[in-house]
Every structure is written in C-alpha cells, then in structure tokens.
C-alpha cells in the first residue's frame, strides 16, 4: 500500500452550544500519495484518517487562514513535501496577462517555406513526390464497404490478401507501425521465458519509438552489432543472452536500403531457431526487397515472408497508400495480436479508409517494384562518377540508396531552392543526416515521380546540386 504522507488537520474544536456539521457537508480532507516525480491528490472525508496524526508543526501552519479552502490546503501541504516535481497550482503557476502573446513553433524538423515551395514544383525526385488531400482520398475506390471496428469492408479484403501474398495463415490491419510491431514482440515475449529482443542499433523501434517497447512491455533492447555494419551472423554470435525475439529490417533503411545475402539470412534466422527465439520481420519496406531477391537468388515475396514466424509490412511508404500496416503470421498469433491492438486502441471504429487505400496501393505499385529497380540501377550509375559524390551501398540492392555529397547545409539549401524556382524540379526537403560541416547524407527513394526524370536529368541535377560545371535547365522529355 502507498504510504499516506499528508492530510489536512481536523477543523478547530466546535464549541458544545455550536450544532455539529452533518458528515456530508464536513469540509474535505485533501490527501496525498508518495509516488515517485509528483503527487496526486484525492478528497476524503474528516475523521477518515485514524492512524496517522500530523506533526505539530504542521498541523499549526495547516490551520492558517489560507487552508480554510481545499486549494489552500493543497498548495500549503506541497511546499512541505519533498517531492522531486510540484505540481503547480493557482497560486505558484506564473500568471500570463492577457496582452501576451504566446508563439507556437512550426512542427518539428519542417520548414514551411521549403514546403511551399516544393508544393509548387510540377516535377519531384524522390518517390511518389508530394500529393494533395485530393490526391490521396482518390486512392479509395467508389463504392467502398465500410468495416465495423475492423471486421468487414476492405480491412477483412486486405488482411485476406496480404496472408495469402505472404504465405501465411493469417494478417491483422494496424493503424501504424509503431502500435503493431511493439505488440509483436510483446507476443513472443509473453511466450517465452525472456523479456530480451535482439535488433540492430539503427532499427526503427530503438532509433524512432521513444523505446516504447522498454516503457510500455517491459521488454530489453539487445542492439547487435556495429550501427553503421549490416547485422550479420559473427554479431549475433556475440549475444550471450536467452532472447525472445530476433528482429530483422530487410532492406536496412538506415544503411541506404542494404539487403544480406539468402545465404546470409538463413543463418540469421536458423541462429535464432536454435537459441528457442521468435523471429520477427520488419518488413516496412518488404515491398522493395523483392526484385534483389528474385534477380540475385530467384526468391519470391512468400519465401522471404516463411523464414519468419511474423511479418510486418507497411502501406504508406513505398506504396503510398494514406496509412496503415498489417501483421502476419500463424492463427493462435495474430488472435492474441488482436487482443493487443484492442489494448493500444488501435480497434478504431472505422478503419476502412486506410485499409481501402492500401488495397489501391497495393495492387497498384507491387507490379512496379522491378521498374524501381531497374532505374535505381540506372540512376547509381549515371551519378557514381560525379566528383563529391558517393553512392551507398554499392552496388545498391533496393529502390533506394543513399547519397553522401560534398556540400554544406547551406550550400544545399541555396542550389535547392534555385533548381526549384527554374526547373520546378524538388530535390529533398531535407538531409537525413549531417555528417560534417562539408558532407551531407541524403535518401534517394525511386517510385513513380522519380520514373518521369532520365538518369542523365537526374546526373544533371547532382552535378548542379554539388556545386559542379554544369547549369543546364533540366528540360522535359
């Protein structure tokens, strides 16, 4: 039981010719409990307290004229309890007249004067480029069924189909990522004897989720490996540890979309096998990994999908549906899934516009995975050579790549906004990361805006980009 630390003294004898008070119009004993960083106070009736009597000391500034009021008692009982935090009250919270003006900043990480002008550009380099409300909504078919907290309409559609493409029993639609993959590893966590996740130091859930997977299930992050290395099998034989779960990113985001071998994979996972863990896919860009796999080692989507006993898959990124993701895996699993997608309140009333979306997107951009490829080839090759740049990995193995170039943050911004205003051409919003005050770290995603440019346009732009010879307009083809 937590301890009760303070109350609010009994009122001042009443003398016998004063009628009592009936107990429920008494004035309210304010209580409070000591927990760590502040305290939360809750009403109880006088005389409620039998055990515990203030110190004299307290009990004398207690009965000052300023706790004649509830408010009053609270304030005075905090200033004489040790606690970390105050939480503060009417009387210690700073007063804001009513001529100030308070200022909100812009959203974190955006510019918006960037944004506005990248809105205004009829061409973009990176992906599906930049859509509209419009645009997006038009992504949901007419006559779409509605679903009823995420049973019927295109949720059950999608779910079907996305177990099937995967080759496994069964999936479950989330609303994010974030929700689906944490409740994941909390499954197979909760059906083993350890609470440890293996993963690599620059996965999404340790780099991007306020480790919430630690503050909400209690589970422990093992990072394998060096961050800026692939994961790799002589790193998990450095793990001295029983664990719940392995989790594998295929392709790698973070190293530029890198992808292991199958030879490769399948020690990783057989690994896992063999120390009695699960082995859980992140597979938010799953998508993109096919053609490597089908060119290089004649796999499909459903081989790279049975080595995992689940599978996460997203709708938004590479595809670009509006938002969402499902899980796949066994039956028994994505039952008990459910259960915590409920918990998360990720059950939403309605979550037929985003998996409606996702079956356009789906169908739509899938077929088109091996087009990406094939240009993302074309454009590495076309832009290796120019002086300042460097092309991660090499050779690339996905969609996507990352691009170290020669140039400083403002450098990078001043060419970006004149490609821009000429050529209605946008580049990045953004680096993805800064690497010195002269090297730069950019992600080249290839999706249907980046098919409209050539690769010698695109060779152009970066020449242009890096401070190179050339000034050409990037004409239309």
Known sequence: MVPLVAARAAPPPVPSTERRTPAAARPTTIACLRIPFAPISFPLRTGHCPTWQPSSQLRNTLAGEHTRTAEGAVATMLCHLPYRRRMPTSQSRPQRSATTKTKTPPAFSRDLKLEAL????TRFLTGNGIRSADELLATIPPGTEVDNYGIGGPVTELEVEVASLLGKQAALFFPTGTMAQQATLRVHADRRSSRSVAFHPACHMETNEERGYQRLHGLFGIPVGPRDEPLSIASLGQVREPIAALLLELPQRALGGTLPSWT?????????????AAVHLDGAR???STPSYKARHRKSIADIAGLFDTVYVSFYKGLGGIAGCCVAGDTDVIEELSVWRTRHGGRAFGLWPYAASSLSALRTRLPRMPAYYRHALAIATAIRDVPGIDVLPDPI???????????????????TVQIARS????????????????????????GDATLKLSPDQIRELFVRLTGGSGRRSVSRR
């Open 264 to 276: 490769e994979l399948v020690a990783q996972v057989g690994w896992a096998r063999d120390h009695g």
């Open 423 to 446: 050529d209605k051409v946008w580049m990045f919003s953004r680096a993805w990361a800064s690497l010195g005050p002269n090297l730069q770290e950019f992600e080249l995603s290839v």
């Open 397 to 415: 193995q996905s969609p996507m790549m990352h691009l170290r170039l020669s140039v400083s943050l403002d450098e990078f911004r001043e060419r």
């Open 118 to 121: 990248a809105k205004s550009c």
């Open 286 to 288: 799953l998508w993109e």
